[in-house]
């Protein structure tokens, strides 16, 4: 079993910047991917970005592209999601998700193909 637990999120007003991170711990693995997902209000849960634990392939929603970055940490086994440019409609619970398969598109999309997930850590952007 891989535990996965968030942190970093909260309040931040539109265009400012919030880190969240991820650790991971138990059976972790060498391999694999992990991603970030959200929930909005009201709204299905949905990919933001992903990671491949080897080799670094990084993926991005297109409403994340170019203002959220994703990175991880092999040996620590952290993974962290810099988020700048923060607008509203990024207001979610934001959620860590890992697998142990090296997911290709578009299964790194799908929520369905994570077999690991964390509790979420809540994201506010005020206007």
């Known amino acids: 079993q891989v535990q996965l637990a968030e942190s970093g999120g909260g309040l931040v007003q539109a265009g400012g910047s919030l880190r969240l991170s991820c650790a991971a711990s138990g059976r972790t693995f060498s391999n694999g991917f992990m991603g970030w997902f959200r929930r909005g209000p009201g709204k299905e849960r949905e990919f933001v970005a992903g990671?491949?634990?080897?080799?670094?392939?990084?993926y991005y929603a297109d409403s994340v592209k170019g203002r959220f970055t994703i990175s991880r940490d092999n040996a620590k086994n952290m993974m962290a999601l810099q988020m700048n440019s923060l607008k509203p409609e990024d207001t979610a619970v934001y959620y860590c998700a890992a697998d142990r398969r090296s997911l290709a598109w578009p299964s790194f999309t799908r929520e369905g193909d994570y077999d690991y997930w964390g509790q979420g850590t809540q994201v506010t952007v005020s206007s």
């Open positions: 990671i491949r634990w080897s080799g670094g392939g990084t």
